[in-house]
């Protein structure tokens, strides 16, 4: 199973919010370069980096840190505010591996004019109350999480991200549940779960369901879960 840390960027700051409420937030770090190299030393391969402030004003904000970034992990993985195509370009271009996706990924032409980026970019499952929500989590639209799921394996996609908004920040635990009935509706697409993972256990849930990988922020800074052991954990699997 992949774990990978979140870092999440607002200010220039390393925050976590509570349910990706922008009032409700948490600062973790002052410099999110020092984060992540006390990541990398305890054994992460790679990072989930969020551009909050892109998120919040809909373009990539702190756009230049994945470069510095890819100094320090295998793989860089970077999403925020990511809502055009050159937008996507552009941080691939910079170094990320991959770019994680939702508001232009639901837009009608998508599937043409992301194909040629399609193999790396994942799209962004968010989940609240049970629909799809967008633009940084700010707004919902009236589709299921079974339609979307349906429709970004119809666009080809093999690997999804998938957030529980309402367990986001919370470590409340993962909603097995959702991640249950979206691996029965596409079982051939990876799933990476995020929202609410504060545990091993809650990781091994998810592991023995054979969810495919798993974002973790708030249970890495906040000592719930030991770094060290999860990722050793992780490469002993």
């Excluded at 349910?19 to 020092?34: A, N, V």
């Excluded at 109350?129 to 633009?135: E, N, P, Y």
């Excluded at 906040?222 to 992780?234: H, Q």
């Amino acid at each position: 199973m992949k774990i990978y840390p979140a870092i999440d960027i607002y200010g220039g700051k390393v925050v976590r919010l509570y349910q990706g409420d922008f009032d409700k937030s948490e600062t973790f770090g002052d410099d999110p370069l020092e984060v992540a190299r006390m990541l990398r030393k305890a054994g992460a391969c790679c990072v989930h980096v969020v551009d909050l402030d892109g998120a919040r004003t809909g373009r990539p904000v702190n756009i230049e840190v994945i470069a510095k970034l890819k100094q320090i992990f295998e793989c860089v993985h970077y999403g925020g505010g990511l809502r055009t195509v050159a937008d996507i370009k552009t941080a691939l271009d910079k170094g990320a591996d991959r770019v994680t996706a939702a508001s232009i990924v639901w837009q009608d032409d998508a599937k043409d004019k992301l194909a040629v980026f399609k193999a790396r970019i994942i799209p962004a499952l968010d989940v609240k109350r049970g629909t799809v929500a967008l633009s940084g989590w700010q707004r919902t639209v009236p589709l299921s999480f079974r339609e979307a799921m349906l429709h970004l394996r119809e666009m080809g996609y093999d690997t999804v991200l998938v957030t529980s908004v309402e367990r986001d920040g919370t470590k409340r635990g993962p909603d097995i549940k959702l991640y249950e009935k979206l691996s029965g509706i596409a079982p051939e697409v990876n799933i990476i779960a995020a929202g609410g993972i504060s545990s091993l256990e809650d990781v091994k849930a998810l592991a023995d369901m054979g969810i495919f990988g798993a974002v973790i922020g708030r249970a890495l800074y906040d000592g719930s879960i030991d770094p060290k052991g999860l990722f050793e954990e992780a490469a002993n699997a």
